[in-house]
């Protein structure tokens, strides 16, 4: 494998599908798998210059400029420019108020009830292209107050994690403003000339001891020490309610969140204890999963994807986008009735292990020699994950992102992302920090966890968080 260099950077996307790519591709055809952002404005925001800002944005990253064509068997997947097609823009106006954010539901609002019907389970159209699409839910004032906006983006997870979208809906609400304050077309023409960087894939970027023979060499120690821990400690995995069809699961969201005065509590709480937000997130989850299985005592796995843009070598910036998150799987020891910050603590230290050892950058590597080359040629490495996986329950986790509370005329709120499912895993929490705010949108695979039951694990792993702060 090559070594990338900085001059290699060409205008439009135009190579192969790496593995780790490859194969979020291929999940996307057997069941779709976006990764979304959403964020809301107040003021003034129309369709027309929802749309310019748009095709600013795309003016910037090559690939939101691509589309993935194939061969006739459906191998070798490759980015190709597509020129002249614009991001879709899809407008929808309510009258409805808005469902309060109070932390516990209280009824899905109109931009969730857009993304679980069109959103989650409606592939963007990687054959024409471009790899993303967005929409606008509007909610017009009154009495003097400003109309309010839902901004979402859905962009395919084959080109995109939750910074990707994070950061592409900061960039369209910035060039949105940019352009509102354009006193000439020059001056919006000048937002859309340059590109930055062609980046190529994942993989190689990769420092140099995950490549070639030495990451082989990785790859193989990595999965003869995993098969061992899960031969000695038999850990129990998050196990569906009924089994679903590859083809015919479909993510849903229930959005959650915990309020400022919340938050400010649990990172308190956090610091006394000596653990980290997402240790806790993820103990609270993983208690949840227990009690809903039976509550007993004993090992269980939970997922946390863990970003690698910091370890590519050259660094990849939080500005470019691309999929550079692996999942690494934690092993908690939970006991009925036992506190939650030990088991916060032990998933944190075992993340910080996992990282130092680079597990995560093996990871992706691994998918080099295993990753199926088509839907066609999926069927056995899909039963595996299905039946052997450890990663059915993950907690995916952005931390603190630094979106603006106000971009040119608008007050921005609530900006968060959200995780598509595919035939990845069951049960998953997408967490932002933003706006003093803790988003922690679930998603689950409909059938495989009912509504009622993903629903019940969203509102324990909210009540055992709310508990251990109370409880030191």
């Not at 589309?67 to 614009?86: K, L, S, V």
């Not at 705010?437 to 059938?447: M, S």
Request: proline fraction near 8%; charge should be positive; charged fraction near 20%.
């Amino acid at each position: 494998m090559t070594t990338w260099n900085a001059a290699d950077a060409a205008a439009e996307a135009d190579r192969p599908l790496s593995p780790l790519e490859r194969w979020y591709w291929i999940c996307d055809q057997i069941s779709p798998l976006n990764v979304i952002s959403h964020a809301r404005l107040y003021g003034p925001f129309d369709a027309g210059l929802a749309s310019r800002a748009l095709a600013a944005l795309q003016s910037r990253h090559p690939l939101l400029r691509s589309a993935i064509t194939a061969d006739a068997q459906g191998r070798n997947p490759r980015f190709r420019p597509a020129p002249g097609r614009e991001v879709p823009l899809r407008t929808v106006t309510v009258t409805a108020p808005a469902a309060g954010p109070d932390g516990d539901g209280g009824g899905a609002e109109a931009w969730e009830r857009e993304v679980n019907a069109y959103e989650l389970v409606t592939a963007v159209n990687w054959r024409t292209g471009p790899l993303a699409r967005a929409l606008v839910v509007t909610r017009p004032g009154g009495d003097g107050a400003p109309d309010v906006h839902d901004l979402v983006l859905a962009v395919p997870h084959c080109i995109a994690d939750g910074t990707t979208v994070l950061t592409l809906m900061r960039q369209w609400v910035e060039l949105a403003a940019a352009i509102a304050a354009s006193e000439s077309r020059d001056a919006e023409r000048a937002l859309r000339t340059g590109s930055l960087r062609t980046l190529p894939a994942p993989e190689q970027l990769l420092p140099a001891a995950h490549r070639g023979l030495a990451g082989l060499r990785k790859v193989v120690g990595q999965q003869i020490a995993d098969q061992g821990t899960a031969k000695r400690i038999k850990p129990r995995r998050f196990e569906p309610t009924s089994r679903v069809p590859f083809e015919g699961r479909v993510t849903q969201l229930l959005g959650r969140s915990l309020a400022a005065d919340e938050l400010a509590e649990l990172v308190a709480a956090c610091k006394r204890e000596q653990t980290t937000v997402h240790g806790a997130l993820a103990a609270a989850m993983a208690t949840a999963a227990a009690q809903d299985a039976g509550d007993r005592p004993g090992p269980l796995v939970i997922g946390s994807p863990i970003t690698f843009r910091d370890a590519l070598v050259p660094q990849v910036t939080e500005d470019e986008i691309g999929t550079y998150v692996a999942t690494v799987p934690s092993i908690v020891d939970y006991r009925p009735g036992a506190p939650l910050w030990p088991m916060a603590r032990a998933i944190s230290r075992d993340l910080a292990r996992r990282r130092r050892r680079g597990e995560h950058l093996t990871a992706v590597a691994t998918l080099g020699p295993v990753a199926p080359k088509s839907v066609a040629k999926s069927e056995r490495f899909l039963r595996f994950m299905e039946e052997k996986g450890p990663i059915t329950l993950c907690v995916s986790n952005v931390g603190r992102y630094d979106f603006p509370d106000a971009v040119g005329p608008w007050r921005v709120t609530s900006a968060e992302f959200i995780a598509g499912l595919s035939v990845n895993a069951y049960y998953c929490a997408a967490i932002t920090t933003a706006h003093g705010r803790l988003a922690w949108n679930f998603t689950h695979v409909e059938g495989a966890v009912p509504a009622d039951r993903a629903e019940r694990l969203a509102a324990s792993s909210l009540e055992a968080v709310r508990t251990a702060v109370k409880h030191p």
